[in-house]
């Protein structure tokens, strides 16, 4: 089954469920406000009688005295329509008077109330309502005792329920022809609004069949509507497919750098491996091999870093730890690696600072950016390394005088393989990884990378890392008072300035 249908089914049930409750409300409320005026009708009729019946006492001979009820003319207080029987209750119930309209009937109107209650022995009082057939009619009978002196009577008026059942029934057939009517119109308003809600789903999973068969990513929904549910879905779709060419691109440019990238060293293997065949071992062949073999490992070893950061499956352990003990050991390695170089290696700005991270990697990511300060500033310059803290982070500056990078390639620098010029790259040295990882390790500590750089003047990196130090309080900023200047005597000799040694 469809959505669409699923929708219609739910939605006319829905309305179904609805009419039936309040059909079946106003056809009750309808039949008891009907019944509920001919019982009214029928209660003033039985006052009428009780208020203007009269008895008398009626002696016996050798027996006791009896009282005998003096009935009006009944046919004078019943409304039209109506039927009145006075009966005096006792061991056989005996019809005292009734209406003229009832000359040919002398049974009771409603047989069972009056024996139950000619069987009581005391006087009962109040109302009984109840619903008897009267020569195979449907009639509405009252039955009200009263007591007179000594004796027990009860009156019973009934009229016809004809008008009211006819009405009912008529009722009935409205109400069952309006709600057919109501669900044929809902069955009808449901298709044409889940048709119109369900369209733009269609469009989107034609859209995706379309992309499926054909892999054409650049495939796009166009959509003029409001920005509700329908447009977010829209425009959520837009997005993926936006995410989804990037990512096919790179995976694409992924794939084609890394085959490049191990083709190279593996062809420079198999050259010096034939060399080795013909020649026999000689110590340069075997460091070659034995340098392009580190610079694979070196590759596989970021690309499976990198693989298993994307997918989540590398996590760091951040432990609290203080940075300027790792930028000191940072410094001692540094050192080492440009002491074959004619360069200035210093710390400027040295400012303790606590952080939460992970020490391996922060020593990954900092020898990363100070080794490609290192390899790219050329003989007689200088890379300096900075650590400060600001209000929320600690700061580090990795600064050389090195050859910079140009306008056109800082935006790509930590893209992956993507390296600015090929001249830059010694031979045989780099991947283009190294800065992507760098970025991912910032990024894993809640941080943030910045680069600024001027070619054939030198290049910057910030880390902006979150430290956990206590923050000082932020500087009193309410107006105050201003200085008042000090008035001096003409000639006057000052005295010392502020700072003044």
């Known amino acids: ?88 209750l ?56 009263f007591s007179y002196m000594s004796g027990r009577f009860a009156v019973q008026a009934a009229t016809s329920l004809e008008t009211v059942n006819r009405a009912s029934r008529g009722l009935i057939v409205i109400i069952a022809g309006g709600m057919c009517i109501a669900m044929l119109g809902s069955v009808a308003m449901a ?21 499926a068969a054909t892999e054409d990513l650049k495939t796009r929904l166009e959509y003029d509507g409001p920005m509700d549910e329908i447009g977010r879905m829209n425009s959520v779709f837009n997005q993926m497919m936006d995410r989804l060419e990037n990512l096919f691109n790179v995976q694409q440019r992924f794939v084609a750098d890394v085959s490049h990238e191990l083709r190279t060293p593996l062809t420079a293997i198999r050259g010096n491996l034939d060399l080795i065949k013909r020649y026999g071992a000689d110590k340069e062949s075997l460091e070659a091999v034995e340098g392009e073999v580190e610079r694979m490992s070196r590759l596989v070893s970021d690309l499976l870093l990198l693989a298993r950061a994307d997918y989540g499956g590398l996590k760091l352990e951040l432990v609290p730890l203080d940075l300027d003990t790792t930028i000191s050991e940072i410094y001692r390695d540094a050192r080492v690696l440009a002491s074959a170089r004619n360069l200035t290696f210093e710390i400027h700005d040295f400012q303790p600072v606590r952080i939460k991270g ?54 790509h620098i930590f893209d992956r393989f ?39 003047k030198g290049t910057t990196f910030t880390v902006f890392i979150p430290h956990i130090e206590e923050k000082p309080a932020m500087p009193h900023r309410d107006a105050t008072r201003p200085r008042i200047g000090i008035i001096r005597r003409p000639n006057a000799t000052p005295g010392p300035k502020s700072g003044d040694r």
């Open 1 to 88: 089954m469809t959505l669409r249908s699923k929708l219609v089914l739910w939605y006319t049930g829905l309305l179904g469920g609805i009419l039936i409750l309040f059909g079946g409300a106003l056809y009750g409320v309808t039949r008891w406000a009907l019944i509920n005026t001919i019982d009214t009708s029928l209660a003033e009729t039985a006052d009428v009688v009780i208020q203007n019946s009269g008895a008398y006492v009626r002696a016996q001979f050798g027996a006791p005295t009896e009282v005998r009820m003096r009935l009006p003319e009944l046919d004078l207080f019943r409304a039209p329509g109506v039927f009145v029987q006075v009966w005096e």
């Open 90 to 145: 006792g061991d056989h119930h005996t019809l005292a008077g009734q209406t003229n309209n009832l000359s040919t009937y002398a049974a009771p109107l409603d047989e069972a109330i009056l024996s139950t209650l000619a069987q009581r022995t005391t006087a009962a009082s109040g109302d009984l309502y109840s619903d008897s057939y009267i020569n195979n009619g449907a009639y509405r009978v009252l039955t009200r005792p």
């Open 358 to 411: 992970d020490s391996d990697r922060l020593k990954q990511l900092f020898l990363n950016l100070v080794s490609n300060a290192i390899k790219f500033t050329p003989e007689g310059g200088s890379v300096i390394i900075n650590l400060r803290r600001s209000y929320d982070d600690a700061v580090v500056e990795v600064v050389d005088s090195g050859i910079g990078i140009a306008p056109d390639d800082l935006a």
């Open 191 to 211: 298709l044409g609004f889940s048709r119109r809600a369900l369209t733009p789903i269609d469009r989107v999973a034609q859209a995706a069949a379309r992309i």
């Open 418 to 456: 993507y390296q600015a010029d090929p001249a830059r790259v010694h031979k045989g040295e780099g991947s283009g990884l190294g800065l992507s990882i760098a970025k991912w390790i910032v990024e894993a500590h809640n941080g943030r990378i910045e680069v600024a750089s001027d070619v054939g």
